[in-house]
Nanobody
Framework: QVQLAESGGGLVQPGGSLRLSCRAS????????VAWFRQAPGKEREFVAG????????NYAESVKGRFTVSRDNAKNTVYVQMNSLKPEDTAVYYC?????????????????WGQGTQVTVSS
């Protein structure tokens, strides 16, 4: 069973940057497709970015394309999302999740293991 722990969230001003980390314990993360989701108060959980287990492809929500970059360091068993040019509408709890099936999809139902989330607040 994969256990995930997110870190790196916090309060940042509009236009600022944060890097979130998703560290896995248990099986090696290199065998899994990993995605980042976020959920703002009163809204549904939405896909943000993902990286295929092979590292050969990534996918981004339109709202973050060009601002966020997802990457993985298999040696550290960690997946990152670098978030630049942050906007107030990026405020949410961010979760990382692992797909047992391997496919890089945007549906939360395809992800079987989830972290506890880390809060990102973008405000002046």
């Amino acid at each position: 069973q994969v256990q995930l722990a997110e870190s790196g969230g916090g309060l940042v001003q509009p236009g600022g940057s944060l890097r979130l980390s998703c560290r896995a314990s248990g099986p090696t993360l290199s065998s899994y497709t990993v995605a980042w989701f976020r959920q703002a108060p009163g809204k549904e959980r939405e896909f943000v970015a993902g990286i295929h287990w092979s590292g050969s492809s990534t996918n981004y929500a339109e709202s973050v394309k060009g601002r966020f970059t997802v990457s993985r360091d298999n040696a550290k068993n960690t997946v990152y999302v670098q978030m630049n040019s942050l906007k107030p509408e990026d405020t949410a709890v961010y979760y990382c999740a692992v797909s047992g099936g391997g496919a890089l999809t945007r549906s939360p139902s395809n992800y079987h293991y989830w972290g506890q989330g880390t809060q990102v607040t973008v405000s002046s």
